[in-house]
């Protein structure tokens, strides 16, 4: 046991070293050669690793190398690659809101700059972890993601670094090492080719299910004959014959067929009115008052209006000597007042620099003055300015407003008294008011001719003239003035046979009731109106109406008037219409009516079926004589109860069906036959007319052709993948078939789809994904390739391949070394190729399948292992099962019952005697470590 321990020590401490086994194949590209590891190691172990090896972590340069080296990683893999931060940025991303995704600070493991990126979608991101920082301090060296692995499925990078969480401190993965010369373990490819026929051909030995060597044999180009059809000229003879059928096909011919029922009825019920006369007439009388306002006479009479005369006035325009006043009436430069405004007050402004365009007035006088609306006045002094404010006067909601504009006038008055002022008339603005009426200034110290000097309350002297001293148009008699009026009084009359009411004046006396005042103005009047009153004349006038009646069971429309009351709606005038009737004395025609109920009906038919008779669904009678009674005629219903016979029809579409054959010809240009030709029409009538016949609708014959009713000559040649070929206008056959590049059929590709790759520890004995112990890898060779280069014998063995005789690919010199070095355990072989003829697949080589290891020491116990697990098989030699054991199989096994001689017996143990304890406790420690897990 101590021995197979230390053995297990020595493989594991191999395995840690990359060498031939320890890599995948290498594969070349573009002159630089690549392997991908098969332990997962941290970045740093990985990329000096590289180094010793004379080769680096790979680089990838441009989008065809990274795609290259994704292929070479594989799906569900990732890998170190050459690139990552030297500096170990801090430019850290704690979520992926504040990051800042920047390549700069990334170069290659040669130390330049990038000249291709492939990051994957927010990378990268230097992402710290929560868990990497406790107490402020990281608890991972280094902080932050500064190393960069390619994802196998789509070739996006990643930056990755150690985080506490998960088991990633260290972080690890597989690597991909480049190299740029040809490493050791690469094998070229002695250029085997593949199947490539620069024509298709046909060979006698090659038929059906039996195949010999192609050297042996006749070989023939394939031709074709004028149908294009391929054949082989070899051995040609006369094709057989038979008859063959296949199913035609049904032309349905549709036919129409009408079918007749008679439906239904349903019974309405109108009525109708008939009328007649009335048969009487009454007459009765009444009485009406005409009223008229008749007409009058005018006379006129004469009244003297007398009253006393009057003192001197002063002159209507005194003159004040030396006086200076303003003409303060109208002010032209005191603004534009707004439409819709009207003034309400008056303050006083500052000095003479206030604008006066707002509705101001300046004070240009030497004296104070008041200035005012209304009566509401204010003292303005020399220089200053008064200024209106205005108020909006109108209905807010409404917009109407009162209309005002122009410019505003604004009251003055001096503060000299005034001997002349004048009355301004109220408007919708302001009350009636005085203004002075004083204009301008003078230098007169004596009066105007025709006037006379006086003095007036304050000491001026002014000047004036007498007045008249009777009103205008008034005469004086003695001390008082006189004045005749005329005034105007009517009579009244009516018509011949109207009586009056109101006579009016025929004669009448005014006099002056005050002789000292003027009265003109009420004794003009007139004494009454110069028209009558309305309806001041009236006349009784006779008038008849008339009331009607109807026979027994008969309802009047017009009953007459048993009672008529008439009013005169002119009183104004005569109205000779007021004795006429007030109605007919004889009644108005069709005057009586009776209602009668009559039949008439409608026809119905079933769904879908359409109606020749609909009956009616209205039948509107009148009354043929509206003076008589036609009860007995107008009752009769008017149509039939029961619908016609056939009333109701539907179109019925029936189907016979003729059998075709729509290929006319086959293949072989033979024609195609109908053996039933069924029915090409087929006549249907409706017999009977009264009920419906749903039956008539059914198909003549069946809708589907008789299962084989066509029926040809056929041919064939006595093989399932070859047609016989017109020549010499009859059908022939070959019995070889023919065949090329596009019959290859490659059927290894199911090899090395089960192989694992996730075959390691972490430093801390924790697993990084699956682990395998002594994993392995499916390879396969060709045994036997009857086409291309290896008939009789293969797989690079025996003596031809020491001898050099063979052409091997490069995997297949990987696996003879391998399997020289007893690392390759046999899984069994397989037809790896074929030739695809059709029906037939002709085998055409074989290949072995191998399940080959890392040492002769993972081979034996890979083999062995399986024969005490014997849940774990090695799969097919088409998908063989090279993995390794899981930790938990591996804990299973039984090392001491494994004989493992065949790998102890070919090495040279060094000073085991002294060593042998030491070494025993380290494996005995890592293996209670892989036990434990």
Known sequence: MKRILFILLITYMEMLSIDCNSISSVEQYNNHYYAKTYQRTSYEVARISAINENGYLAIPNDSGENEFIRKLVGGNT???????????????????????????????????????????????????????????????????????????????????????????????????????????????????????????????????DNIANASEGIEAKCLFDINGKEYCPQDLAPADWFWSYIDGESVETVSTVTDYAQ???????????????????????????????GESATYTGVVTDYTS???????????????????????????????????????????????????????????????????????VSPGQIAIVQYKKVGNKSTGVYRSAGGKPTIRLKATTSCLNWGIEQGTKDYPTHKYCKDSGSNNYTSCPSGYQKGTNAVGQFYCYKDVYPCPSSYTIEGSVCKKDINFNYYSYSCPVGYTIDNQGFSTFEKTDPDGNVVNWVTLDDNVNEPTPPIGNCTKVIDYDYYTY????????????????????????????????DCNNPIPPESNCYKDIDYNHYTYGCPADYAIANFGLDTCAKTDPNVTINNENTLIDSCNEKIPPVGNCSKNIDYSSYEYICTSEQNVFNEDYNPVNEGLKGCLKTDDDLINTNAELGDNCNDAESPVNNCKTTDYACNSEIRE????????????????????????????????????????????????????????????????????????????????????????????????????????????????????????????????CFNSQLGKLIAVQGREQLTDILWGSPENPNCRGFTIEEFQRLDLGQMDLSEFSDNITLPDVENQQNTIIQKVNSHMNLIKNQ
Not at 267 to 288: I, K, M, Y
Not at 550 to 562: A, F, H, Q, R, S
Not at 794 to 815: H, I, T, V
């Open 78 to 208: 990732e890998a170190w690659i050459g690139i990552l931060d030297p500096n170990n940025t801090t430019n850290y991303c704690y979520d992926n809101s504040t990051c800042a995704f920047n390549d700069s600070r990334f170069k290659d493991v040669l130390n330049n700059g990038l000249t291709f990126k492939k990051w994957a979608n927010l990378e990268p991101n230097n992402y710290i972890e929560a868990s990497d920082i406790e107490d402020g301090k990281a608890v991972v060296d280094p902080l932050g993601e500064n190393w960069v692995i390619i994802n196998g499925n789509n070739g996006e990078w990643h930056d990755v670094g150690n985080h506490k969480s998960s088991n990633q401190n260290p972080r690890k993965h597989i690597s991909v090492i480049e190299f740029d010369t040809k490493p050791s373990c690469f094998f070229e490819d002695d250029g085997v080719s593949e199947t490539d026929f620069d024509e298709r051909v046909c060979n006698t030995k090659v038929f059906d």
């Open 724 to 851: 016989p070929v017109w020549l010499d206008d009859q059908w022939k056959c070959s019995p070889y078939p023919c065949y090329g590049n596009e019959n290859v059929e490659d059927l290894s590709g199911n090899v090395g789809t089960l192989d694992k790759q996730d075959n390691g520890w972490t430093e801390d004995g924790k697993c990084d994904g699956e682990i395998y112990i002594f994993n392995g890898e499916s390879q396969q060779c060709r045994s036997s390739d009857k086409f291309f280069g290896l008939a009789g014998g293969g797989c690079c063995n025996d003596d031809k391949f020491a001898l050099g005789l063979l052409s091997c690919r490069a995997e297949e010199k990987e696996l003879q070394i391998k399997k020289e070095n007893e690392k390759c355990h046999y899984i069994g072989e397989y037809c790896s190729k074929k030739v695809n003829l059709g029906f037939s697949k002709i085998c055409v080589r074989e290949s072995k399948s191998y399940c």
């Open 309 to 379: 005369m009057t003192s001197p006035l002063l002159t209507a325009d005194p003159i004040v000597l030396g006086a200076y006043t303003y003409n303060w009436w109208n002010c032209d430069s005191c603004g534009i007042m707004p439409i819709g405004y009207l003034r309400t007050t008056i303050r006083k402004a500052g000095g003479s620099g206030n604008s006066l365009s707002g509705g101001g007035v300046l004070n240009d006088s030497p004296n104070t003055i008041q200035v005012g609306i209304n009566s509401s006045y204010i003292n």
């Open 549 to 580: 009646g109807c026979e027994d069971g008969y309802t009047i429309v017009d009953e007459g008037l048993d009672t008529c009351y008439k009013t005169d709606n002119d009183l104004d005038g005569v109205s000779n219409d007021l004795a006429n």
């Open 263 to 293: 439906g239904e009825y349903q019974e309405l019920t109108t009525t109708v009115r008939d009328f007649a006369n009335s048969d009487s007439s009454t007459q009765n009388t009444g009485t009406v008052v005409d009223y008229d306002n």
